[in-house]
């Protein structure tokens, strides 16, 4: 596949980090993950930015600010269909510093919805999807009734897996292993399904490649 990337520029990119991107689907909405230096025992925390395209180009990217973004680290966005529901990961993995996300283990998934242009308090999604282990890197399919994410849960082939967890009647069903074609002995994460609900996207230190 013909692939030459472009650079989207300081109105998006920084000195920092910048990564796990979505769009909407109208691509007008570009909702990514960077790295803030801070005081914690890691030396930064993760937080969710916005950037707004017009005809003009791109909008300079903005923190989300609270209550989606605190000292904790909230990162790895993905959206629904309609852009009205963000499923991100919210990391305590640091002893007690910045507890009180409702964390039931280092990352968990959580859910937030769009209400007046302001996303709400993130509500964490639960321990039928989510364990004492990692998890994180979600993506929601367009029909909105499966939710993709990595995990470092029991159980799987490598440090990191990828499950599927259903929506069914509004409820979570227990997380499936996507098995040995996906997963490997090493970490698969990163994960995007298209619109098309046929093709998976994801990061591998597994299979082979060019790099790690």
């Not at 989207?8 to 000195?15: K, R, T, V």
Request: hydrophobic share 25%; with cysteine; proline share 6%.
């Amino acid at each position: 596949v013909p692939f030459v990337p472009e650079n989207l520029g300081p109105q998006i990119n920084s000195e920092l980090r910048d990564y796990n991107p979505v769009m909407d689907v109208a691509q007008t909405t570009l909702t990514f993950t960077r790295t803030i230096p801070d005081q914690s025992p890691s030396g930064a925390r993760e937080d969710i930015y916005s950037a707004f395209k017009s005809n003009s180009g791109w909008t300079k990217a903005r923190s989300e600010g609270a209550p989606l973004n605190s000292e904790l680290r909230e990162g790895a966005p993905s959206l629904t269909s309609d852009g009205n529901t963000m499923i991100l990961t919210i990391c305590e993995s640091f002893g007690n510093y910045g507890k009180g996300r409702n964390g039931l283990g280092s990352c968990d998934l959580f859910v937030s919805n769009l209400q007046n242009n302001r996303w709400s308090n993130p509500r964490n999604l639960g321990s039928t999807i989510n364990s004492k282990y990692f998890d994180s890197q979600s993506s929601i399919s367009s029909s909105g009734n499966e939710i993709y994410f990595s995990s470092s849960r029991p159980g799987g082939f490598g440090d990191k897996d990828i499950f599927v967890c259903q929506i069914k009647n509004g409820k979570l069903t227990t997380p499936k292993n996507l098995g040995f074609n996906i997963n490997t002995a090493g970490s698969e994460e990163g994960v995007f399904i298209h619109a098309d609900n046929n093709t998976l996207y994801f990061t591998s230190t597994g299979h082979p490649g060019i790099g790690g």
